[in-house]
């Protein structure tokens, strides 16, 4: 048996789109080690990428935005969930906080937030007893760079410990998330200036060395595992130690070298 004991399980997966995502990094650690992985796209083509990545598993196509009958796609018992979906219109480019459309925030909100609300409602027949949920979020939803999905990311780190006590009054099925600081993956490149925010977080890790998708997966797949069982309605920051050195000596130098030499 190895340390996760995972090996026997099932987890639904929601949000691989290719090799860059959290969720295809955690599927794959998890199949690694024995699981069982199903799968839920948003489209089509996520569902013949899914197939080439994870050839002979089960996945289907899931609209969060519309669709509403998870339990008739998953008849299986699952032992862990994986919500990994964020969207956010940024087809006009960058726009101040306050010109946010309603529309478009609601939307995102749908999609990034409440979205884990709703599939775990549906699954709720089909959750083992002990079983765990892992939504991602960010280590800073107040990095305003990061536009209106901040405040949305951070709606998910208050939703975690109101789902996870509503599961406590009939199960000891878990809710956590984690709070992953910048990666480079497909999804985030979509993010305006994202490359900028990406390098400084980076020179602001302790290890100057910027975080990989791989170290994130790998706490999920911890969260979802049975060694986690004391852990419960927490948001699980992995950034790289960057949070704590906002004011690291070297930045700082290069930053007011520039400024004096303009």
Same mark, same amino acid.
């Given at each position: ?143 305003? %760079?990061? #536009?209106?999905?901040?405040? $949305?990311?951070?709606? !998910?780190? +208050?939703?975690?410990?109101? =789902?996870? /006590? ?21 999804? %985030?490149? #979509?993010?305006?200036?994202? $490359?900028?925010?990406? !390098?400084? +977080?980076?020179?602001?890790? =302790?290890? /100057? ?54």
């Amino acid at each position: 048996m190895n340390f996760l004991d995972v090996a026997g399980k099932n987890y639904l997966i929601s949000g691989v789109a290719n090799k860059k995502s959290v969720a295809y990094f955690t599927a794959r650690i998890l199949i690694e080690n024995g699981a069982t992985c199903l799968f839920s796209v948003q489209s089509e083509a996520h569902l013949a990428a899914v197939a080439k990545l994870f050839p002979g598993s089960e996945s289907f196509v899931f609209d969060v935005e519309r669709d509403r009958n998870l339990t008739e796609k998953v008849t299986r018992p699952l032992d862990g969930f994986v919500h990994s979906l964020a969207f956010a219109n940024f087809s006009e480019g960058p726009k101040p906080f306050l010109e946010t459309k309603r529309d478009d925030y609601l939307q995102a909100a749908q999609i990034s937030c409440f979205s884990l609300v709703e599939m775990s409602h549906q699954l709720r027949e089909r959750f083992t007893p002990t079983a765990s949920i892992v939504t991602i979020s960010i280590s800073n939803t107040k990095a305003t %760079s990061y #536009g209106y999905l901040g405040p $949305i990311k951070a709606m !998910l780190d +208050a939703t975690v410990p109101y =789902l996870a /006590k509503s599961f406590s009054e009939f199960s000891r099925i878990r809710v956590n998330a984690v709070g992953a600081g910048p990666l480079k993956t497909s999804a %985030s490149a #979509g993010i305006p200036d994202y $490359i900028d925010n990406y !390098l400084f +977080a980076e020179a602001l890790t =302790l290890r /100057k060395a910027a975080l990989e998708t791989q170290e994130v997966a790998n706490t999920i797949c911890f969260l979802l595992s049975p060694k986690s069982s004391g852990i419960n309605a927490t948001t699980l920051l992995v950034d790289a130690g960057m949070s704590c050195n906002t004011f690291d000596q070297d930045v700082v130098k290069t930053f007011s070298k520039k400024s004096n030499a303009d």
